[in-house]
């Protein structure tokens, strides 16, 4: 058996209201594993509970129930070690602007209670690029720099987990590529990757698994390549010789498309049609056929699949 690097068990958050407001019931009963050694991705609209998972696994939000154990220590019963496991990249931009990127090193691997013979402040520095700027005050820092501050923060006390809540919004795509090339890197060596995106295809090329979350619960669990091998909408896509008559008799279920380039694009159901049975129903009709291709499913039709219109509970 695989070993785990989270184990969460009927993970439950309410949200005392504020002013007035109801109480919010961010998760409902969250069940997930997560191996060790992978890049596993959380996926799930805007106010899913993306955060509020990660930030209890940070150990920043108390959850109202449930366990959670990392790297096999129970948050109730070992605090320091399930926390000492894990380093978290938080969504938001929270520093403060009085220390420097060695200072804010320095300071986090203190609180970590990592001994000043064993801090790898310079290396850090180094891998998020900002050795140049090690004496500069945060508050001269761009957005991106700020943002690798965050990541550096997350690595100073070497933890066995790095969890990356939404790195890539809206930042550039250089630093992008500098955070993922870090993120692989810490991988290969060893470290298991939690990470939260709103880019499918981002999510699609970089994790080895995936769990969609919607309305503060799991909707779906799954390798990637397999959840988007489980999607059944299949596209094929024909170029006609000649412009395509207006009457093309198919076979029911069948949809068909006819893009602005010319070519024909028909949807259909993997498990009720197939391939050949459309293209039947095309020289059937008269239409000689130049060129032929299919359209797999990616991330993205799982994701809208399904999340798409679910009223809220
Ligand atoms: P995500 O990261 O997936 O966008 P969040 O975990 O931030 O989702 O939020 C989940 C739900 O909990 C949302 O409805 C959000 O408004 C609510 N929520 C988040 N933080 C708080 C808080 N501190 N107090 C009250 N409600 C909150
Ligand atoms: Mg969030």
Known sequence: MTEQ???IEGLRKTYAGEKGEPPKEALKGIDLTIPQGSI???LGPNGAGKSTLINILAGLVLKTSGRVKIWGFDQDVNPRMSRASIGVMPQELNMDPFFTPRGALDVQAGLYGVPKSQRRTDEILRMIGLEDKAEAYARSLSGGMRRRLLLGKALVHNPRILVLDEPTAG????LRQMLWQNVRKLNAQGMTIILTTHYLEEAEQMCDEIAIINHGEVVIRDETKKLVARMDAKTLVLQPES??????PLPQGVELDRRADGTLAFGYSRTRHSPGEILEAVRDAGIRIRDVN????NLEDVFLDLTRAKPAA
């Open 5 to 7: 690097a989270i184990e």
């Open 40 to 42: 596993f991705g959380l």
């Open 171 to 174: 930042v550039d795509i250089e």
């Open 243 to 248: 412009p395509a008559p207006a009457d093309i």
């Open 294 to 297: 299919t359209e797999e499913p």
